[in-house]
């Protein structure tokens, strides 16, 4: 039994001194372990600041093809429309020729029944009319070229109403245009217009009917001499006093 307790004791002491040497073995590893992990942690660092430069000098790369591209604005062969355009081009001349040709020719009509209907109200002095594409009117009055802008306000309605008369007229004769046969005068005698001109403005406006009996005119204002003795008692609708028209 004592041998065995000394036996004992002796493995106890080794196994201690192993133990001790273990604790050492195991102290010194746990400092390799951090010194490789900061290691590893400083390399990591170094090497995502390189992938970033690497990715940033890609980008960069990158941008400046794209730059370089722009700058040079190539055109490839299935980009390259100029064939269709010089088609488009040809095509907007033609077009713009033929429009200019009937419309010229319009116009001039329109122009021509444009001084005969003014002459009709009371425009006697006005000898040519010319409307544009753009709507100008120029004029020759007395001899003098004059324009639209330049006439007084009475002119101006009754050129106005010529106008419109005109290309009505002569868009009927040509079965062309879509007016819908409606023209409305609100108060012609406010316009500086005399009497007399007032006469001559409804007398024509009444001889609209003999070449455009579906045409309808109405004329709002005082009542007056020109729009009795031209305006049938049963188209008028008049009120007297303090009464109401409607």
Known sequence: MQERVAAS????AHASANTKKAENELAALRGKVDLLQSRLESASKTLGSAVRRQEAAIAVAA???RLEEASMNPVSQADDRSG?????SAVVVETEARVKAVRDGLLTDVSERLVEYAKAFGMQNLSEASLKGNAALSLVKGGVPTSYSKVTEGEKL???VAAVLAMIEIAEARGIGRHPGLLLIDSP???????????H???GLQEVFTKLPHFQVFVAGISSKAITDHI?????REVAGNAFLW
């Open 9 to 12: 004791g002796a493995a106890v």
């Open 63 to 65: 941008l400046e093809g």
């Open 84 to 88: 269709e355009l010089k088609i488009l």
């Open 158 to 160: 009754r050129l106005k």
């Open 189 to 199: 005698a406010a316009q500086e217009v005399s009497p007399v001109d007032v006469d």
């Open 201 to 203: 403005l409804i007398a």
């Open 232 to 236: 049938p008692a049963a188209n008028r």
